[in-house]
Nanobody, 120 residues
């Protein structure tokens, strides 16, 4: 199983980035997908999740209204559109396949992470 995240980079505060994650080696459409992030020196935290068919979305309070999670089961991919970025959004972002909730312990497969840096 491989989850390949991409789309990270350096952006100014107020800008946007779109992260993508492509999965292989698993039946993508039966898994909930989540995005988590880990800032330097901090614990991993939940960002957003989407259930198997995209009918249920979940967001951390800190990103609600700014980030949007979506998926395309035909392409085995999940995306995270990030708008109105803030310096506190700076972190390594990980995609994961699992139950589609906010508990990182309920995800079985993890991508390698992509770095997002937001400058002030």
């Amino acid at each position: 199983v491989q989850l390949q995240a991409s789309g990270g980079g350096l952006v100014q505060a107020g800008g946007s980035l779109r992260l993508s994650c492509t999965a292989s080696g698993l039946t993508f459409s039966i898994y909930g997908m989540g995005w988590f992030r880990q800032a330097s020196g901090k614990e991993r935290e939940f960002v957003a999740a989407i259930n198997w068919n995209g009918g249920s979305l979940l967001y951390a309070d800190s990103v609600k209204g700014r980030f949007t999670v979506s998926r395309d089961n035909a392409k085995n991919s999940v995306a995270l559109q990030m708008n109105s970025l803030k310096p506190e959004d700076t972190a390594v972002y990980y995609c994961a396949a699992g139950r589609g909730n906010s508990d990182h312990r309920e995800y079985f497969y993890w991508g390698q992470g992509t770095l997002v840096t937001v400058s002030s």
